[in-house]
């Protein structure tokens, strides 16, 4: 099964992407989701959780305590780099047994915010970049998420840059008002189609 990576900065539109490769019948996995259900499910995933960064990593609900783990995270990077070793593994074991089960799909996408980041690229057979102009994202964002320019800036540090991602990545989606958008999914779908059988 060929197996395609999509990622792309906060805001350059890698989900709005995904759901057009979905409408022409291609399973996506959205890591970050998947991330998200398996720290709520996986009883291991959950301890190890625990002793990393303590109990109250989950409410007495049994919620993922979210501020929690944020205000660990969010100014360490080792305290992040802890976080990702636990979780991506389990992440990437999700998506090899999702994959495995999309019998009679032409090929299967995966959607991570951290492709690169997390290394998750080199399980993928292409990568693609979804790339948009700064100030686009910014605006998307702030509109989306009723949030700040500044605090979307500093998400925005958190990723590699798009120059840095654009030499990792095998194609690149520019989602920017001047380019049509459909037109560059439908000639990466017919391409990835056309190498599929290979896989
Ligand atoms: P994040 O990493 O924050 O989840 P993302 O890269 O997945 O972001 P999307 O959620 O797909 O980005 O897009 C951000 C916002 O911009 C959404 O509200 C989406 O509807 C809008 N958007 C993205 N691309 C376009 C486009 N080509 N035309 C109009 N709106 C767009």
């Given at each position: 099964m060929l197996k395609v990576g999509i990622t792309g900065g906060i805001g350059s539109g890698k989900t709005t992407v995904c759901k057009v490769f979905e409408v022409l019948g291609i399973p996506v996995f959205y890591a970050d989701k998947a991330a998200k259900l398996i720290m709520h499910e996986d009883p291991l995933l959950r301890d190890e959780i625990k002793r990393s960064?303590?109990?109250?990593?989950?409410?007495?609900?049994?919620?993922?305590?979210r501020k929690h783990i944020s205000a660990i995270v969010f100014n360490d990077n080792v305290q992040l780099a802890k976080l990702n070793a636990i979780v991506h593994p389990a992440v990437f074991r999700a998506f090899e047994v999702w994959a495995k089960a999309q019998?009679?799909?032409?090929y299967v996408l995966k959607e991570a915010a951290l492709l690169f980041e997390s290394d998750?690229?080199?399980?993928?057979?292409r990568s693609v970049l979804v790339k948009s102009p700064e100030a686009l994202k910014i605006d998307r964002i702030v509109d989306r998420d009723q949030t700040t320019a500044e605090e979307v800036k500093l998400r925005m540090k958190r990723q590699y840059s798009d120059e840095k991602k654009e030499k990792l990545a095998d194609h690149i989606i520019i989602n920017a008002?001047?380019?049509?958008l459909i037109p560059q999914i439908l000639d990466l779908h017919k391409y990835f189609i056309s190498i599929s059988h290979d896989h």
């Open positions: 960064f303590g109990r109250e990593s989950y409410l007495p609900s049994g919620e993922l305590n019998q009679g799909a032409l998750s690229f080199k399980m993928c057979d008002e001047q380019t049509l």
